[in-house]
Antibody, heavy 116, light 112 residues
Framework: EVQLVESGGGLVQPGGSLRLSCAAS????????MTWVRQAPGKGLDWVSI????????YYADSVKGRFTMSRDNSKNTLYLQMNSLRAEDTAVYYC?????????WGKGTTVTVSS | DIVMTQTPLSLSVTPGQPASISCKSS???????????LSWYLQKPGQPPQSLIY???NRFSGVPDRFSGSGSGTDFTLKISRVEAEDVGVYYC?????????FGPGTKVDIK
């Protein structure tokens, strides 16, 4: 059974940093691209970034480029999203999803709140 | 960036009746590999998204066959042959032919 469990969310001040993690199980993690998608309160889905299976290529939305870094540790079956210089508009539920093109499975999400 | 639009934005359906959602893209979603990269997702109230359809018309594993997708180029449709109470939520289309990936604004479906 595929499982994706996000963690690391919380309350952070503007300009602060957080690192999100996504623990994967139930599939061959290293063979799959992975995606982060976020959803601001009451809003729609907003694509954030993707990473290839080997971790050698990453791509970002313009809104997070230069501030967020996506990475993975295939030995630990874990995906990461390092978020720096956080802004109020980054407040959202962050979902990791299996697949770099059309995600086939989603985690339950972790909530990030950026506020002073 | 490719802009995705959906109509209607809200839909109220009688159980057992069909429903249809349209999704249009600002550019063709046909890739040079011959595949068209349009997918559909459902987010039920209080839940994460769940994957329904990929490459226009292919259902993800476990998706009931009352869900079907069609279309080509820039115009796509998700159809529910007979709506059930558990189908309520917000439906999103997404393009993955190019980066950045982009989602439609969502169509909220509820039951009459």
């Amino acid at each position: 059974e595929v499982q994706l469990v996000e963690s690391g969310g919380g309350l952070v001040q503007p300009g602060g940093s957080l690192r999100l993690s996504c623990a994967a199980s139930g599939f061959t993690f290293s063979s799959n691209g992975m995606t982060w998608v976020r959803q601001a309160p009451g809003k729609g889905l907003d694509w954030v970034s993707i990473i290839t299976g080997g971790g050698d290529n990453t791509y970002y939305a313009d809104s997070v480029k230069g501030r967020f870094t996506m990475s993975r540790d295939n030995s630990k079956n874990t995906l990461y999203l390092q978020m720096n210089s956080l802004r109020a508009e980054d407040t959202a539920v962050y979902y990791c999803a299996k697949g770099g093109s059309a995600p086939s499975f989603w985690g339950k999400g972790t909530t990030v709140t950026v506020s002073s | 960036d490719i802009v995705m639009t959906q109509t209607p934005l809200s839909l109220s359906v009688t159980p057992g009746q069909p429903a249809s959602i349209s999704c249009k893209s600002s550019q063709s979603l046909l890739h040079s590999d011959g595949k068209t990269y349009l997918s559909w997702y459902l987010q039920k109230p209080g839940q994460p998204p769940q994957s329904l359809i990929y490459e226009v018309s292919n259902r993800f594993s476990g998706v009931p066959d009352r869900f079907s997708g069609s279309g080509s180029g820039t115009d796509f449709t998700l159809k529910i042959s007979r709506v059930e109470a558990e189908d309520v939520g917000v439906y999103y289309c997404m393009q993955s032919v190019q980066l950045p990936r982009t989602f439609g604004p969502g169509t909220k479906v509820d039951i009459k």
